[in-house]
T-cell receptor
Framework: GAVVSQHPSRVICKSGTSVKIECRSL??????MFWYRQFPKQSLMLMAT?????????EQGVEKDKFLINHASLTLSTLTVTSAHPEDSSFYIC???????????FGPGTRLTVT | GEDVEQSLFLSVREGDSSVINCTYT??????LYWYKQEPGAGLQLLTY?????DMKQDQRLTVLLNKKDKHLSLRIADTQTGDSAIYFC?????????FGTGTRLTVIP
């Protein structure tokens, strides 16, 4: 199956700083990429959907100025958590779909801890 | 949006079969998925089933779909300790997936 990578896998940052998470589709062109957040022992919460070259569509309740998403190419999307706070600590997972949109491939996730 | 529900926990003995159940509300779902999440990792697509199918088998995995009752199940035959994980069913929306709460499967040696 298709491979999606995320970098970094784990990051610890101080409160008030910004953190960038990269999501790459390694062997296919991702027409759409998704960013999810997962709280401990809970299901995934969709944060935003991004299509290459256009602005991301954010879900209700997700602050677009805090969670900046850039999908500059068909293989790369980035999520920047700006002015991070401890409540932003979470597991962030990206996923991507190619031309066969019924299959969504997930990255391994990034564990963000804000101290 | 779609409501997708699962039971939270399941424990089975190694070698037994596991059955993980899921109910959904959107009858127009054309396909449904099962994902596996191991501790600290992302989601791995296990299998999916199209809505015009009642059953799909792939090695130790069997997916059953009852469209009338909007019920989906995943059966794992000969469950192994490596199958211990959280299993999510998911139903597609217009542009994304709606996930169930996940079922934590614990395999007892």
């Amino acid at each position: 199956g298709a491979v999606v990578s995320q970098h970094p896998s784990r990051v610890i940052c101080k409160s008030g700083t910004s953190v960038k998470i990269e999501c790459r589709s390694l062997d296919f062109q991702a027409t759409t990429m998704f960013w999810y957040r997962q709280f401990p022992k809970q299901s995934l919460m969709l944060m935003a959907t991004s299509n290459e070259g256009s602005k991301a569509t954010y879900e209700q309740g997700v602050e677009k100025d805090k969670f900046l998403i850039n999908h500059a190419s068909l293989t790369l999307s980035t999520l920047t958590v700006t002015s991070a706070h401890p409540e932003d600590s979470s597991f962030y997972i990206c996923s991507a779909t190619g031309t066969a949109t019924y299959e969504q491939y997930f990255g391994p996730g990034t564990r963000l801890t804000v101290t | 949006g779609e409501d997708v529900e699962q039971s939270l926990f399941l424990s089975v003995r190694e070698g037994d079969s596991s059955v993980i159940n899921c109910t959904y509300t959107d009858s127009s779902s054309t396909y449904l998925y099962w994902y596996k999440q191991e501790p600290g990792a992302g989601l791995q697509l296990l299998t999916y089933i199209f809505s015009n199918m009642d059953m799909k088998q792939d090695q130790r995995l069997t997916v059953l779909l009852n469209k009338k009752d909007k019920h989906l199940s995943l059966r794992i035959a000969d469950t192994q300790t490596g199958d211990s994980a959280i299993y999510f069913c998911a139903s597609p929306g217009a542009n994304n997936l709606f996930f169930g709460t996940g079922t934590r499967l614990t395999v007892i040696p």
